[in-house]
């Protein structure tokens, strides 16, 4: 796939689930300020991204949040187990504590099979986490803590967010043309 049609794809994920659904309540307002900075990867080995998500905790640091508030990285082939790029996840977190940034930058994860510890592959609420393409979501601490505040009960957009897929159902999910793991029919 090209950059373009992996930006496109993740758009429209997160046009229609993400915010669509209310999955983050906090994504429309830096999404339509075009704050979000996706960044499509095409590292061929794991260093080559592990360097290139280093970038990109330097250039949101840098960058000022009015420009870009969150950063996307995106990866469309590197990681198709999401076993082993949970495990990318704690490496990732490690690189937020090299350059300095805890409690400035966390990182969040998202994969076309998430699956939450305790679950089945199929269960409904592994779809909250799941996007286009393995993706780690780079969020400016501050940004949270605002959007928190200004959110009244943050703590239940979990469990609000299980109720909506549920209510919504693997069949509503695929109605949106959202399939993103290879268990509910990519769409082509």
């Known amino acids: 796939m090209s950059h373009e049609e992996v930006i496109a794809a993740t758009r429209e994920w997160i046009e229609k689930a993400v915010i669509g659904l209310n999955l983050c ?9 075009n704050q979000v900075r996706i960044v499509v990867s095409d590292a061929r080995h794991f260093d080559a991204f592990l360097e290139q998500l280093d970038e990109e905790l330097d250039f949101i640091a840098a960058a000022s949040p009015e420009d870009v508030d969150t950063t996307l990285l995106v990866h469309p082939t590197l990681f198709p187990d999401f076993l082993l790029f949970n495990d990318v996840l704690e490496i990732a977190d490690e ?7 805890e409690g400035v930058i966390q990182i969040a994860s998202f994969h076309p099979d998430f699956q939450f510890e305790g679950t089945e592959p ?6 909250t986490n799941r996007s286009p393409f393995p993706t780690l ?5 501050a940004s949270l803590d605002k959007a928190v505040e ?6 239940m957009i979990y469990e609000r967010n299980i109720e909506t897929l549920q209510k919504l159902g693997l ?5 949106l043309g959202l399939a993103t793991s290879k268990n509910d ?3 082509d």
């Open 137 to 141: 979501h780079l969020i400016r601490e």
């Open 95 to 101: 690189a937020v504590t090299e350059h300095e940034l």
């Open 122 to 127: 199929d269960d409904i609420s592994n779809y």
């Open 25 to 33: 309540p906090f994504a429309k307002s830096v999404y339509v300020k």
């Open 171 to 175: 069949a509503g999910w695929k109605a």
């Open 185 to 187: 029919g990519k769409k």
């Open 150 to 155: 200004a959110f009244p009960e943050a703590e």
